[in-house]
């Protein structure tokens, strides 16, 4: 039987937990033919690299930092979430042409649900200005008619880019007078060792946060939001799980349960 062959590519990408959701995923439906890996790519090496994956009979490949705006200029068709955000976290192979889909707004919006935090009638920040902010832009305007969201991001014009993109009336600039109920880390800082220098007066015991990277300890936003009065930050293992959930439904057209999965992964 031949191999039902998957994979994740990015940059870092030693510490993905994708390979061990998709495997357990796999394993609701005894797939036994089931690999799922990783590849680390580079910029200059990064469109060889999926064009290698799906010429050696590669089924689906996830896409993450920092390549998921490259990743949409490489398709020949995307869905309608990739085109809402203008960046992919999914690709398939179709009559060898790539076609692209963004399952991490609606991942993240499931995991908001899922921990029952509130984001119908908020005001809410996204730090960063990439292709993940992107996608939990999109997905906030869309399922939070009644709310704002504004950007934070270090260089301003990337910011604005992404103002003139969605054109919103509901998605502005940072300014330092707004209380924000829900804050989002969508940059790598977590990943990095550098010091994180943002405005301390971001949040309040009041704020939400939430890292969209994930650590077995605390990421270095979650700790900087606690010594800056938050009382709840989340990371982003529950958005990775909801994400996967729904790139596996894309290419397998199956629906894994992810009950409990969150506490499971993190026993690992």
């Known amino acids: 039987m031949a191999k039902l062959k998957f994979s994740v590519i990015g940059n870092p990408i030693k510490h993905s937990l994708s390979p061990e959701i998709h495997k357990y995923f796999a394993s609701q439906f005894n797939l036994n033919d089931f690999i799922y890996e990783k590849i680390e790519a580079t910029k200059e090496n990064f469109r060889k690299n999926i064009e290698t994956f799906f010429l050696n009979g590669g089924r689906g490949l996830n896409v993450t930092i920092p390549f998921k705006v490259s990743a949409f200029k490489l398709c020949h068709s995307l869905d309608t979430s990739a085109i809402l955000c203008g960046s992919v976290n999914t690709l398939i192979s179709e009559s060898n042409k790539l076609k692209g889909y963004n399952t991490d707004g609606i991942g993240f919006i499931d995991d908001l649900t899922q921990k029952e935090i509130e984001y119908g009638r908020s005001n809410i920040l996204v730090i960063g200005a990439g292709g993940s902010s992107m996608s939990i832009i999109s997905s906030l305007l869309q399922q939070s008619t009644k709310s704002n969201v504004a950007i934070l991001n270090r260089t301003k014009i990337k910011a604005d880019n992404l103002i003139t993109f969605f054109k919103n009336d509901r998605l502005t600039l940072h300014g330092s007078d707004t209380d924000y109920d829900l804050v989002i880390n969508t940059t790598p800082i977590s990943m990095s060792k550098e010091e994180i220098v943002l405005p301390n007066d971001l949040i309040d015991a009041k704020t939400i946060c939430y890292d969209l990277f994930y650590s077995k ?29 729904h790139s596996f439904v894309i290419w397998n057209d199956l629906i894994p349960d992810v009950n409990n999965l969150e506490e499971k992964l993190r026993q690992l």
Not at 218 to 243: E, P, V
Request: with cysteine; charged share 20%; hydrophobic share 40%.
């Open 217 to 245: 300890k605390r990421t270095a936003f979650q700790s900087w939001a606690y010594d800056n009065g938050a009382k709840i930050c989340y990371d982003g293992l529950g958005m990775l799980i909801q994400q996967a959930k």
